[in-house]
């Protein structure tokens, strides 16, 4: 294992390196963990730091405490992925929130399509009526947190794919309370980019589809730098 480094928090380096050694070994459900002693032999750290990176896999749900076998594997869930996305995103790094908006970028552009074709006719009116409801929401209060959550998943949550929305869900929990001063007065814009993802929708027209996603993703938190304007 990779001897430790920088200035991060131990606990933080010694989660990774416990979790690569899970992938490494190829332990599945039920397997069984070395030892705290064998574990802070192996990484050269003390029992105080191992605990709390245990402690923090346990609450993630990938490692288990069990009376008299000590720590095993415990079965992948799609629940905890977004556990996850937030407890590396706790430094409040702006890179690394930077980096979570880019990553939903892409993933929405990357099945776009895929959920386009999804979308049944009550699907539709639902995001439609999102759309409407961030309008009011912009208007009433100039926030729209959840209605811009909800018009997004909206999109993809017919496609069935559970992973996917888990991701997205997390990266929204990171983005609600993320620079909303340098967001706000670009946010009449962002309005009405929702508004022309719902017209093609209603339409059918995925034409108009992808090019107002693409329109929707290329200005605001999702460019690199300080600014938040769209255009």
């Known amino acids: ?100 908006f880019d990553i939903r970028r892409n993933l929405e552009m990357a099945y776009m399509r895929e959920a386009f074709h999804a979308l049944r006719r009550e699907d539709i009116a639902h995001i439609s009526e999102c759309a409407r409801k961030i309008r009011d929401a912009y208007e009433k209060n100039g926030m729209f947190n959840e209605e811009d959550r909800e018009f997004h998943m909206s999109i993809f949550r017919p496609m069935g794919n559970e ?34 993802i719902a017209w093609a929708l209603e339409n059918l027209d995925y034409r108009a589809f992808a090019r107002a996603m693409e329109r929707h993703f290329s200005s605001g938190k999702y460019l690199p730098g300080d600014s938040y304007e769209e255009f």
């Not at 997205?168 to 814009?189: Q, T």
Request: charged letters at 30%.
């Open 163 to 196: 992973v996917l929305l888990s991701m997205m869900d997390a990266i929204w929990a990171v983005d609600v309370g993320f620079e909303l001063e340098k967001k706000h007065p670009h946010l009449s814009e962002s309005v009405e980019k929702h508004e022309a």
């Open 1 to 100: 294992m990779k001897e430790m480094q920088g200035d991060e928090k131990r606990y933080l380096r010694v989660f990774r390196q416990i979790r690569s050694y899970i992938i490494d070994k190829n332990l599945e459900p039920g397997d069984q963990l070395p030892t705290e002693a064998e574990l802070c032999e192996m990484l050269k750290v003390s029992r105080n730091v191992v605990r709390e990176a245990i402690k923090s896999m346990e609450l993630m749900g990938m490692v288990e405490a069990r009376p008299g076998r000590g720590t095993v594997v415990r079965p992948f869930s799609v629940d905890y992925i977004a556990q996850n996305v937030l407890f590396f995103s706790m430094s409040g790094q702006e890179k690394h929130i930077r980096e979570m």
